[in-house]
Protein backbone atom coordinates (compact mmCIF):
# COMPACT_ATOMS: atom_id res chain seq x y z
CA UNK A 1 0.00 0.00 0.00
CA UNK A 2 1.66 3.10 -1.19
CA UNK A 3 1.59 5.97 1.46
CA UNK A 4 1.09 8.92 -0.12
CA UNK A 5 1.27 13.09 1.05
CA UNK A 6 -0.88 15.61 -0.01
CA UNK A 7 -0.76 19.60 0.47
CA UNK A 8 -3.28 21.21 -1.42
CA UNK A 9 -5.82 18.24 -0.65
CA UNK A 10 -9.04 19.70 -0.26
CA UNK A 11 -9.66 21.38 -4.12
CA UNK A 12 -8.29 21.02 -7.58
CA UNK A 13 -5.43 19.48 -8.73
CA UNK A 14 -4.50 17.74 -5.20
CA UNK A 15 -8.44 16.21 -4.77
CA UNK A 16 -8.64 14.70 -7.76
CA UNK A 17 -4.72 13.52 -6.76
CA UNK A 18 -6.36 12.24 -3.61
CA UNK A 19 -8.78 10.58 -5.52
CA UNK A 20 -6.81 9.06 -7.83
CA UNK A 21 -3.92 7.37 -5.20
CA UNK A 22 -7.68 6.62 -2.84
CA UNK A 23 -9.41 4.54 -5.91
CA UNK A 24 -5.77 2.54 -6.34
CA UNK A 25 -5.63 1.74 -2.44
CA UNK A 26 -3.46 4.27 -1.46
CA UNK A 27 -3.31 5.63 2.24
CA UNK A 28 -3.47 8.87 2.32
CA UNK A 29 -2.53 12.62 4.22
CA UNK A 30 -4.42 14.86 3.43
CA UNK A 31 -3.27 18.66 4.35
CA UNK A 32 -5.47 21.75 3.48
CA UNK A 33 -7.07 24.91 5.38
CA UNK A 34 -10.41 24.15 5.13
CA UNK A 35 -11.17 21.80 7.68
CA UNK A 36 -15.08 20.94 7.28
CA UNK A 37 -13.89 20.58 3.15
CA UNK A 38 -11.35 17.69 4.32
CA UNK A 39 -13.69 15.72 6.50
CA UNK A 40 -16.50 16.06 3.96
CA UNK A 41 -13.78 14.91 1.03
CA UNK A 42 -12.73 12.37 3.80
CA UNK A 43 -15.86 11.30 4.22
CA UNK A 44 -16.27 10.08 0.44
CA UNK A 45 -13.42 8.18 0.59
CA UNK A 46 -12.73 4.40 -0.11
CA UNK A 47 -11.25 2.68 3.46
CA UNK A 48 -12.05 6.47 5.07
CA UNK A 49 -10.19 5.10 8.38
CA UNK A 50 -6.80 4.26 7.06
CA UNK A 51 -6.75 8.31 5.52
CA UNK A 52 -5.23 11.16 7.87
CA UNK A 53 -6.09 14.98 7.29
CA UNK A 54 -4.83 17.87 8.68
CA UNK A 55 -6.44 21.24 8.56
CA UNK A 56 -3.14 23.63 8.13
CA UNK A 57 -1.94 26.18 5.95
CA UNK A 58 1.42 25.44 4.21
CA UNK A 59 2.57 28.73 5.34
CA UNK A 60 2.90 27.92 8.84
CA UNK A 61 5.80 25.31 8.91
CA UNK A 62 6.03 24.31 12.21
CA UNK A 63 2.32 22.85 11.69
CA UNK A 64 3.18 21.27 8.76
CA UNK A 65 6.13 19.70 9.98
CA UNK A 66 4.04 17.87 12.71
CA UNK A 67 1.75 16.89 10.19
CA UNK A 68 4.29 14.88 8.41
CA UNK A 69 5.29 13.63 11.66
CA UNK A 70 2.16 12.57 12.57
CA UNK A 71 1.52 10.87 9.15
CA UNK A 72 4.54 9.01 8.95
CA UNK A 73 4.11 7.92 12.25
CA UNK A 74 0.53 6.84 11.47
CA UNK A 75 1.91 4.92 7.90
CA UNK A 76 4.89 3.72 9.09
CA UNK A 77 6.61 5.61 6.77
CA UNK A 78 6.29 7.34 3.40
CA UNK A 79 6.30 6.80 -0.32
CA UNK A 80 5.39 9.84 -2.08
CA UNK A 81 4.99 13.40 -1.22
CA UNK A 82 3.01 15.85 -3.42
CA UNK A 83 3.67 19.45 -2.85
CA UNK A 84 0.49 20.68 -4.56
CA UNK A 85 -0.99 23.80 -2.81
CA UNK A 86 -0.42 27.21 -4.95
CA UNK A 87 -2.34 30.21 -5.75
CA UNK A 88 -2.58 32.75 -8.90
CA UNK A 89 -3.14 35.83 -9.39
CA UNK A 90 -2.57 38.43 -11.95
CA UNK A 91 0.26 40.56 -10.41
CA UNK A 92 1.91 44.28 -11.90
CA UNK A 93 4.88 45.45 -10.33
CA UNK A 94 3.95 48.92 -11.09
CA UNK A 95 1.07 48.66 -8.65
CA UNK A 96 2.41 49.16 -4.51
CA UNK A 97 -0.46 46.86 -3.28
CA UNK A 98 0.57 44.00 -5.41
CA UNK A 99 3.76 43.72 -3.03
CA UNK A 100 2.04 41.85 -0.35
CA UNK A 101 0.73 39.87 -2.95
CA UNK A 102 4.27 38.96 -4.84
CA UNK A 103 4.89 37.79 -1.03
CA UNK A 104 2.01 35.57 -0.65
CA UNK A 105 2.44 34.32 -3.87
CA UNK A 106 6.39 33.10 -3.63
CA UNK A 107 6.04 31.69 0.11
CA UNK A 108 2.77 29.78 -1.06
CA UNK A 109 4.27 28.65 -4.05
CA UNK A 110 7.65 27.80 -3.91
CA UNK A 111 8.93 28.44 0.11
CA UNK A 112 5.80 25.69 0.92
CA UNK A 113 7.40 23.64 -1.57
CA UNK A 114 10.47 23.75 0.48
CA UNK A 115 8.76 23.38 3.42
CA UNK A 116 6.80 20.40 2.22
CA UNK A 117 9.40 18.24 1.19
CA UNK A 118 12.04 18.41 4.20
CA UNK A 119 10.14 16.77 6.92
CA UNK A 120 10.06 13.84 4.70
CA UNK A 121 13.58 13.51 3.38
CA UNK A 122 15.50 11.76 6.96
CA UNK A 123 13.10 9.36 6.67
CA UNK A 124 13.04 8.55 3.01
CA UNK A 125 17.52 8.55 2.98
CA UNK A 126 16.63 5.99 6.36
CA UNK A 127 14.35 3.59 4.06
CA UNK A 128 16.66 4.04 1.08
CA UNK A 129 19.44 3.04 3.08
CA UNK A 130 17.68 -0.33 4.16
CA UNK A 131 16.41 -0.63 1.04
CA UNK A 132 13.49 0.86 0.06
CA UNK A 133 12.83 2.04 -3.49
CA UNK A 134 10.32 4.13 -5.41
CA UNK A 135 10.30 6.88 -2.82
CA UNK A 136 9.19 10.73 -5.00
CA UNK A 137 9.13 13.87 -3.79
CA UNK A 138 6.85 15.90 -6.39
CA UNK A 139 6.51 19.40 -7.16
CA UNK A 140 3.59 20.84 -8.82
CA UNK A 141 5.24 23.52 -11.13
CA UNK A 142 3.22 25.14 -14.43
CA UNK A 143 3.84 25.84 -18.08
CA UNK A 144 3.90 29.57 -16.76
CA UNK A 145 7.03 28.50 -15.09
CA UNK A 146 9.01 28.07 -18.54
CA UNK A 147 8.35 31.63 -19.93
CA UNK A 148 7.60 34.53 -18.13
CA UNK A 149 3.84 35.88 -18.61
CA UNK A 150 2.96 39.44 -18.98
CA UNK A 151 0.65 39.67 -15.94
CA UNK A 152 1.23 36.90 -14.17
CA UNK A 153 5.17 38.02 -12.81
CA UNK A 154 4.59 36.53 -9.23
CA UNK A 155 3.51 33.32 -10.41
CA UNK A 156 5.44 32.65 -13.44
CA UNK A 157 8.64 33.72 -11.01
CA UNK A 158 7.30 31.37 -8.17
CA UNK A 159 7.01 28.05 -10.59
CA UNK A 160 9.77 28.75 -12.58
CA UNK A 161 11.68 28.70 -9.07
CA UNK A 162 9.52 25.68 -8.29
CA UNK A 163 10.86 24.15 -11.87
CA UNK A 164 14.43 24.66 -11.15
CA UNK A 165 14.70 24.25 -7.17
CA UNK A 166 12.97 20.66 -7.96
CA UNK A 167 15.82 19.90 -10.52
CA UNK A 168 18.52 21.08 -8.20
CA UNK A 169 16.96 19.11 -5.10
CA UNK A 170 16.95 16.05 -7.70
CA UNK A 171 20.24 15.80 -8.56
CA UNK A 172 21.38 16.01 -4.86
CA UNK A 173 19.16 12.76 -3.55
CA UNK A 174 19.86 11.00 -6.44
CA UNK A 175 22.59 9.43 -4.73
CA UNK A 176 20.17 8.41 -2.12
CA UNK A 177 17.60 6.73 -4.62
CA UNK A 178 15.03 9.22 -3.67
CA UNK A 179 13.61 10.73 -6.97
CA UNK A 180 12.08 14.11 -7.47
CA UNK A 181 9.58 14.52 -10.01
CA UNK A 182 8.67 17.66 -11.33
CA UNK A 183 5.13 18.44 -12.97
CA UNK A 184 4.19 20.82 -15.36
CA UNK A 185 0.48 21.67 -16.07
CA UNK A 186 -0.89 23.50 -18.68
CA UNK A 187 -4.36 24.59 -18.33
CA UNK A 188 -6.59 22.16 -15.83
CA UNK A 189 -10.60 22.88 -15.05
CA UNK A 190 -10.18 23.85 -11.77
CA UNK A 191 -11.24 26.84 -9.00
CA UNK A 192 -7.68 28.44 -10.36
CA UNK A 193 -8.79 28.71 -13.61
CA UNK A 194 -12.67 29.09 -13.64
CA UNK A 195 -12.21 32.50 -12.75
CA UNK A 196 -9.89 32.88 -16.59
CA UNK A 197 -12.09 35.15 -18.58
CA UNK A 198 -9.72 34.40 -21.90
CA UNK A 199 -9.63 31.05 -24.35
CA UNK A 200 -7.39 28.11 -22.63
CA UNK A 201 -5.94 26.11 -24.96
CA UNK A 202 -5.96 22.06 -24.21
CA UNK A 203 -8.00 23.00 -21.32
CA UNK A 204 -8.18 19.12 -19.43
CA UNK A 205 -10.59 18.02 -16.55
CA UNK A 206 -8.85 17.90 -13.31
CA UNK A 207 -9.28 13.62 -13.39
CA UNK A 208 -8.06 13.30 -16.31
CA UNK A 209 -4.86 14.92 -15.29
CA UNK A 210 -4.70 13.01 -12.30
CA UNK A 211 -4.58 9.75 -13.76
CA UNK A 212 -1.79 10.70 -16.29
CA UNK A 213 0.09 12.49 -13.37
CA UNK A 214 -0.13 9.05 -11.04
CA UNK A 215 1.29 6.85 -13.60
CA UNK A 216 4.17 9.98 -14.31
CA UNK A 217 5.17 9.36 -10.68
CA UNK A 218 4.89 5.95 -10.54
CA UNK A 219 7.93 5.67 -13.49
CA UNK A 220 9.83 8.25 -11.54
CA UNK A 221 9.58 11.05 -14.89
CA UNK A 222 12.08 13.60 -13.80
CA UNK A 223 10.04 16.07 -15.31
CA UNK A 224 6.39 15.88 -17.68
CA UNK A 225 4.18 18.72 -18.77
CA UNK A 226 0.67 17.82 -19.16
CA UNK A 227 -1.64 17.21 -20.93
CA UNK A 228 0.47 16.43 -24.03
CA UNK A 229 -0.53 18.69 -26.45
CA UNK A 230 1.42 21.65 -24.33
CA UNK A 231 4.43 19.82 -24.22
CA UNK A 232 5.05 21.33 -27.70
CA UNK A 233 3.72 24.57 -26.99
CA UNK A 234 6.29 24.85 -23.73
CA UNK A 235 9.04 23.42 -26.16
CA UNK A 236 8.45 25.86 -28.71
CA UNK A 237 8.01 28.76 -26.20
CA UNK A 238 11.40 27.84 -24.55
CA UNK A 239 12.93 28.53 -28.06
CA UNK A 240 11.40 31.75 -29.34
CA UNK A 241 13.74 34.18 -29.30
CA UNK A 242 13.26 36.85 -26.97
CA UNK A 243 12.50 39.49 -29.94
CA UNK A 244 9.61 37.11 -31.29
CA UNK A 245 8.20 35.85 -27.82
CA UNK A 246 7.92 39.88 -26.79
CA UNK A 247 6.16 40.28 -30.26
CA UNK A 248 4.00 37.43 -29.63
CA UNK A 249 2.67 37.81 -26.04
CA UNK A 250 2.56 41.42 -26.14
CA UNK A 251 -1.07 41.20 -26.45
CA UNK A 252 -1.93 38.49 -24.23
CA UNK A 253 -4.59 38.50 -21.86
CA UNK A 254 -3.63 38.98 -17.95
CA UNK A 255 -5.05 36.82 -15.16
CA UNK A 256 -7.11 38.75 -12.75
CA UNK A 257 -5.60 40.46 -9.88
CA UNK A 258 -6.47 39.62 -6.50
CA UNK A 259 -8.15 42.29 -6.10
CA UNK A 260 -10.38 41.11 -9.08
CA UNK A 261 -10.09 37.51 -8.29
CA UNK A 262 -11.52 37.73 -4.36
CA UNK A 263 -14.95 40.48 -6.17
CA UNK A 264 -15.70 38.19 -7.76
CA UNK A 265 -19.06 36.16 -7.76
Not at 39 to 47: G, T, V
Not at 64 to 82: K, Y
Not at 92 to 110: C, G, H, M, S, Y
Not at 124 to 138: C, E
Amino acid sequence: MKRVFITGASSGLGLALAREYASQGAQLGLLARRENVLAEFLASLPNAQAHRTYAVDVNDHAALAAAASDFMAHAGGIDVVIANAGISYGTLTERPADLAVFDKIIQTNLVATVATFSPFITTMKSQAAAGQRGMRLVGIASVAGIRGLPGAEAYSASKAAVISYCESLRVALRRHAIEVVTIAPGYIDTPMTQINTYPMPFLMPADAFARQAVRVIAVGRSYVVIPWPMRGVSWLLRCLPNWLYDRVMARAPYKASYQEFNDAP
